[in-house]
């Protein structure tokens, strides 16, 4: 997607405000949008923020030129489309970096600029963190039920082209393997994986046909689909086609916890003791965990992980919370936030166990204490970047130590509070 | 995204296999897959087709051009890169046209070809359908619940960035009124829409600041966001600045049904009788129906709609049914499919209501009645269109005319079994 302008991936109405704002001057101010999330998605522990290296990308990109503003003729007055034509961002960004844990509240990207440059960004920003914060959430779910074992993404043929993407990144970004999706190996550098599907063996004339020619294609580590016909049957068709050194067999459905242990067996008996067992069909994090004692050795997972595991979006919001030093807030009835430019930092006992999470007005007296970590750190500064963005396998490992440092209740899959308190220090 | 290769939007094994399948000679054989949903979301009553015209253009952007293949050279053998090289589609499909409405088991996108041709295309052709069918699906019933009353689509920043643009779209074809979001427009020509948010209210001084910017900018026509800090003062204030000709006030917190209902009691006593009610703030289609005895005027609504309302995706799958005008299907446990190829159509009372959906394999003797209703048409023709696609317009009247012949218990909004029934006709 590099090059192409992300400036219409935005809501009408933030250049209305913008035309608005620029009309009566209070486009200049200088202001603080702070990205958060109210609460979790109901019953999760924690969460895991991700997209912060794509937001990055598409504020780059986030630039109007003739054939953005054509769109916009029309709506908007040529003072506001001048001004939309030199836009660049030229403000600063502090952010919990991606691969961070984050908890109700947690000051997750907050934008600083004027008026103008910081609230056309709010649909882009959002979006992206929304989304993928989402997935690497539900991820992480799962990598955590699969206790060391590796998970294949396989799910974007049930997502969005473009999402199914982005998932894939997620997904190894909260710790998956690999993944099914190749434009996410071109795009990411995030290894793939696949062999066959059911297609491939009802095209031949027989399953030893079908096997045949996937050893023949593939070699023996390859990984044969034994549930097309009949399981038992298919393993030892397997077995005789691909040798005991056959890599792996994949089950695709049924009660894959029964199967994977007859299928153990049966591989066993037939001298094939390596060749792995890999299952799959609309598995989830609590269908994962429910599998820990059969002979499993890999699981594939699709449409609980594109789906967020029942939570599609993050439910984060992108909200104004201080003009010219003065915080601001909404104070009527419902969803209320809190004014003022926040930071974060999380408190730990010695052990480096998580307690907390401090989210303070900048500016407040906040203690700190000799296991607290500051959780925001410089994205942007002026517009551009603030130094090179963690690798993805860097923003990996943060997910893995972050996990580590959770409270055991956090890691438990069951609905329940956040697994760590958020604490708020005002001014 | 015209222009722009979809080739690699697919999983790896749809490669392997035809690497493994050009190897053996079985490439060639004529194949039909299926595109189906075994059943709807969890207690929907009907489907609706999204994403049709999105399909064909994306298979007409399959090509493996010198990036794609190069990220595909390792994998792959030089025979399947050649071949690849050469891809473009050249088989027929037949499907329900856009903004048709589904049952369990309707062949909603039938491709034929060889296997290779075939094969390629599923997590494509799997990925937007089963996007756009679950988006448009969740949008049919709010526009059933708002029974008449407009809904703007304001969902984008919940979703993934461009999942947000096709979301737009699948709400417009649903019947939502308009979209906030400008992409939308600019690729599918959708009226985009939006004022204000409680930023531009907070950024200024008072509210009276606020209202009198943003009617200078946008006129009286204009709709003012009423709730940033006291809603009766807000509308006061609003009337006051816009006068009694103002276009609309907006509710997005709060118990809205009350607060619409004080609301409109307020303007009429201003002399404000034509200015309409706008809520919005976590509706669904639940909430939408509760609020048909109040006094609102329109709806917006986000998150729900770009999740599907419970149901982020559609659960389509692409099978193989017919090889060289054999029958196949899976018939191990679970997860069974119907073979052979199939057609359908849908039969219906003389008043015009439908009765069921009768899916059956060609050939087989299925007497047609006089208010039957044949519902594949043709689509592509040795990979070329074969006609000209219904405009979005046209899509979006269709859903209206589909959901007009529903049976009336078709339209509850609780959970219970599809509108009609699915009846298969075997050979």
């Known amino acids: 997607m590099t090059g192409t302008s992300t400036a219409l991936l935005t809501d009408h109405y933030e250049l209305t405000m ?15 949008f702070e990205t958060f999330a109210r609460r979790l998605p109901s019953g999760r522990r924690y969460g895991v923020v991700g997209g912060t290296a794509r937001v990055m990308d598409a504020i780059s990109r986030f630039t109007f030129g003739e054939a953005e503003l054509a769109q916009l003729s029309g709506v908007l007055d040529q003072a506001t489309l001048d001004w939309l034509a030199d836009y660049r961002f030229t403000g600063d960004v502090d952010g919990y970096a ?22 056309v960004l709010e649909t882009l920003v959002l979006s992206i963190l929304n989304h993928d914060s989402a997935i690497v959430s539900a991820g992480a779910r799962m990598v955590s039920a699969a206790n060391g074992r590796p998970i294949i993404e396989m799910g974007g043929r049930r997502t969005h082209e473009e999402a199914a993407v982005a998932s894939a990144r997620a997904a190894y970004l909260a710790g998956f393997a690999t993944t099914s999706n190749l434009e996410a190996k071109r795009r990411y550098g995030i290894p793939t994986a696949g062999t066959c599907a059911h297609a491939f063996t009802l095209l031949h004339d027989s399953e030893h046909a079908a096997f045949t020619a996937q050893v023949e294609a593939l070699g023996t580590d390859t990984t044969l689909l034994v549930d097309t016909y009949d399981i ?4 030892e068709t397997a077995i005789e086609v691909a040798g005991t050194g056959l890599g792996a067999i994949r089950i695709d459905s049924g009660d894959v916890g029964v199967l994977a242990r007859q299928a153990r067996q049966q591989l066993d008996s037939l001298g094939a003791r390596n060749t792995r067992i890999v299952v799959s069909g609309d598995l989830d994090e609590y269908a994962i965990a429910a599998l820990r004692a059969e002979p499993v050795d890999a699981y594939g997972v699709g449409t609980s992980l594109v ?39 999380r408190r730990h006992k010695p052990t480096g166990t998580a307690l907390e999470e401090v989210v303070y007005v900048v500016g ?14 410089p994205l942007l500064r002026g517009g551009q970047p603030a130094g090179e963005l963690p690798s993805l396998e860097e923003s990996r490992q943060r997910v893995r130590d972050g996990l580590v440092s959770l409270p055991w209740e956090g890691l438990k899959l069951s609905q329940g509070e956040p697994a760590i308190p958020t604490v708020y220090v005002e001014k």
Chains 1, 2 share one sequence.
């Open 307 to 345: 789906t967020g595991s029942g939570s599609p979006t993050a439910g984060m919001v992108y909200k104004l919370v201080e003009v010219d030093g003065r915080p601001v807030a909404k104070r009527s009835s419902h969803k209320e936030s809190k004014a003022g430019r926040k930071a974060a930092l």
């Open 98 to 119: 991606e691969g961070e844990l984050y908890f109700p509240g947690s000051p997750l990207f907050t934008v600083r600029g004027t008026f103008a440059e910081g609230v």
């Open 232 to 235: 038992t049957q298919g393993i």
């Open 18 to 32: 913008l035309a608005a704002a620029l009309a009566d001057g209070t486009a200049e101010r200088e202001c603080v």
């Open 364 to 377: 407040a007296a906040v203690e700190e204490e000799p296991h607290d970590r500051q959780l925001q750190v």
